[in-house]
């Protein structure tokens, strides 16, 4: 036989006044914020023994309790009434108190409950059991008032300051999480506020960052790297060309015509690092490589892991796989493989971009120099990652396409 009184869910709050000072008492607020008396719960498989644990508590002023006889309700009952202490008793037939304890112990909700074991076993052995298994504190039968009612109490208070503990816990989490998704979201902006004031000094688009950006994620996700570090790639990304900053206007926005052979080159697809900047030769190119390594200054900084990645990536994304690239003339596995990734990026956009110095490439066209460039330019296994991952490629192209 059982017998349980369940009040509607509420905050696991708690409040421990004194019982025994004549007050009804305090227990901690319900769903409406209203203050209400602790909850009680007895286990036990003699029905007298339940009554008379329940009348004492009556008497200074306990109201609100949940009880069983039938030590196979018990767990069901804890976890649905959600009590604020817990009477148990040990000698019970086919499920005991130790088991009941045992499976508590294991259950991250109920583990923290006070545990006040009633019992008529003398046996410091199965005493020692149920301190092992979590119980809080011994009543010994008969029940004594004057020894129940100051351990129940002494239980409440135990229960009040842990449920304090975890609401203040629980409103830290909220409160970090909070403010770390302010501060990302700020990091986002001035990272693309920074970008494209790189970007617009030379007439490409806030979306060509955005885009290189995103094509290193799916890429990168593709190519298995780590899932947690594909946001900051993202980001750091955005802001390989942020050393076009410390480039004179009259370089980098010179249109200057093609001549015949650099010309051929272009149409022939030979050179891809040269053919994204073919409209500068000579002098002005040889300042305007130099974006990679301004790039790299303006954001080392060895104190964020963001700004270490996007400088890493400002620094070694025109380097090529076979070496020929600027501005160290790193080769294969030496570059980062973060730069490598973005490259690959970086000229797919510019190729299929509009530029001062030229029209958007056809699609098909773009891939035929991407595949041309398959370990020369590129890392054979990022250029065959580029392709498995083609069409989510193309869909961000289309979604951010330039006005």
């Known amino acids: 036989m059982s017998t349980a009184t369940l009040p509607p869910q509420r905050p696991t709050e708690s409040a421990a006044p004194r019982p025994d000072s004549g007050q009804r008492p ?5 769903a409406n914020g209203q203050t209400r ?9 003699v029905e007298v023994n339940i009554l008379t644990v329940q009348g004492y508590l009556k008497k200074v002023g306990y109201r609100d309790f949940v009880t069983t006889s039938n030590p196979h309700d018990a767990l069901k009952l804890i976890h649905d009434a959600n009590p604020d202490v817990l009477l148990l008793d040990i000698q019970m037939p086919e499920i005991s108190g130790l088991d009941i304890l045992r499976v508590m112990g294991a259950d991250p909700v109920l583990q923290h409950l006070p545990v006040l074991v009633l019992t008529a076993d003398q046996d410091p052995v199965t005493k020692q059991r149920a301190l092992d298994l979590g ?17 129940v109490r002494n239980a409440l208070v135990l229960k009040a300051h842990h449920d304090q503990l975890s609401r203040q816990a629980t409103w830290l ?3 970090v ?28 688009t806030a979306n060509h960052v955005i885009r290189v950006g995103r094509y290193a994620g799916v890429i990168a996700r593709k190519l298995g790297y780590l899932s947690k570090r594909i946001p900051m790639l993202e980001l750091a990304a955005q802001l390989h060309d942020v050393g076009k900053i410390g480039i004179p206007d009259a370089i980098l926005l010179k249109p200057g015509a093609l001549e015949p052979d650099e010309y051929e080159l272009m149409k022939n697809h030979c050179s891809f690092g040269r053919k994204i900047i073919a409209p500068i030769s000579g ?15 303006i954001l080392k900084d060895p104190c964020s892991p963001l700004l270490k990645l996007a400088a890493k990536i400002a620094q070694c994304h025109h380097e090529r796989w076979d070496g020929k690239g600027y501005p160290l003339g790193l080769a294969g596995n030496d570059i980062p493989i973060e730069a490598r990734i973005v490259s690959i990026a970086d000229v797919y956009d510019a190729l299929s971009s509009k530029r001062p110095y030229k029209e958007p490439f056809p699609r098909q066209k773009c891939f035929d120099i991407i595949r041309e460039g398959r370990g020369t330019q590129f890392d054979p296994q990022l250029v065959d990652a580029f392709f498995s991952c083609s069409e989510e490629i193309i869909q961000i192209q289309l979604e951010l396409m330039d006005d």
């Open 37 to 45: 008396s602790p909850r009680i719960m007895i286990v036990d498989d």
């Open 173 to 175: 989490e909220q409160q």
């Open 26 to 30: 305090a227990g901690p607020p319900n």
């Open 135 to 151: 119980a809080n504190d011994f009543l010994q039968k008969p029940i004594d008032p004057h020894d129940l009612v100051p351990r």
């Open 283 to 297: 002098k002005d190119l040889e300042v305007l490589r130099t974006h990679a390594t301004l790039g790299n200054q």
């Open 177 to 204: 999480k909070a403010r770390t998704a302010a501060l990302l979201a700020s990091q986002q902006q001035l990272i693309l506020s920074l970008a494209r004031a790189a970007e617009h000094r030379d007439n490409d």
